[in-house]
């Protein structure tokens, strides 16, 4: 599909944008939550620096995304484990 373009306001800064039609809503909705992440910040800490405000967002959401990847490693490491074990359990069924 086409590239369309849209416009995402964070923090209070617009940011003029080509994205596919596929990515629109995702592109939106991470501006959202960007934002309300901030708005949060703001809220309950005595920040006002925008500057460190996104930098306290992105940290946030780095962190969620290397803990999500470290998961799904484990998690693929355990299959990987089991389908091992299930391959020995049939190959010695099958060589009696």
Do not use: C, W
Request: overall charge negative; glycine content about 2%; cysteine-free.
């Amino acid at each position: 599909m086409g590239e369309i373009s849209i416009k995402i306001t964070i923090s209070d800064r617009i940011y003029p944008l080509k994205v596919s039609t596929e990515e629109e809503e995702i592109v939106r909705r991470a501006a959202k939550i960007i934002n309300e992440r901030i708005k949060d910040y703001q809220e309950n800490y005595a920040v006002r620096d925008k500057q460190d405000l996104l930098s306290m967002a992105v940290l946030h959401y780095a962190t969620a995304v290397l803990r999500v990847e470290n998961k799904v490693q484990n998690q693929d490491t355990a299959v990987a484990e089991k389908v091992e074990e299930l391959d020995s359990l049939l190959n010695d069924f099958f060589s009696k």
